[in-house]
């Protein structure tokens, strides 16, 4: 397995061949792993963490932008609140695929 491929339930994924890194200043973005899971149609995005963070869509990407959103939201008020930004990230459900976003605040 490459080191651009993700595995877990039996599943790989390669990551697109337009994947690039990009700079960021410190403490203004964050690379969060996803956790996806397909049913009836639909997609459901479950960040790894923070704990609570979902969101759906009908495409995989779109689910994964959605959960870039709520995100950015829940890392901010983490931050403002002094809390660390990503705490200890849960494993994935069985049959999820991991992805990753990257989140920019």
Same mark, same amino acid.
């Given at each position: 397995?490459?080191?651009?491929?993700?595995?877990?339930?039996?599943?790989?994924?390669?990551?697109?061949?337009? @994947?690039?890194?990009?700079?960021?200043?410190?403490?203004?973005?964050?690379?969060?792993?996803?956790?996806?899971?397909? @049913?009836?149609?639909?997609? #459901?995005?479950?960040?790894? @963490?923070?704990?609570?963070?979902?969101?759906?869509?009908? #495409?995989?990407?779109?689910?994964?932008?959605?959960?870039?959103?709520?995100?950015?939201?829940?890392?901010? &008020?983490? &931050?403002?609140?002094?809390?660390?930004?990503?705490?200890? &990230? #849960?494993?994935?459900?069985?049959? @999820?695929?991991?992805?990753?976003?990257?989140?920019?605040?």
């Amino acid at each position: 397995m490459s080191d651009h491929t993700s595995r877990v339930g039996g599943f790989a994924s390669p990551l697109p061949a337009e @994947a690039a890194w990009e700079r960021f200043a410190p403490g203004t973005a964050y690379r969060c792993e996803a956790h996806v899971l397909a @049913a009836q149609g639909r997609f #459901t995005a479950i960040a790894a @963490a923070p704990p609570g963070v979902t969101a759906e869509g009908a #495409t995989e990407k779109e689910a994964l932008d959605n959960l870039a959103l709520a995100l950015a939201k829940a890392i901010a &008020k983490r &931050k403002a609140n002094g809390e660390k930004a990503l705490p200890e &990230k #849960t494993e994935p459900p069985t049959g @999820a695929f991991v992805r990753y976003v990257v989140v920019q605040l």
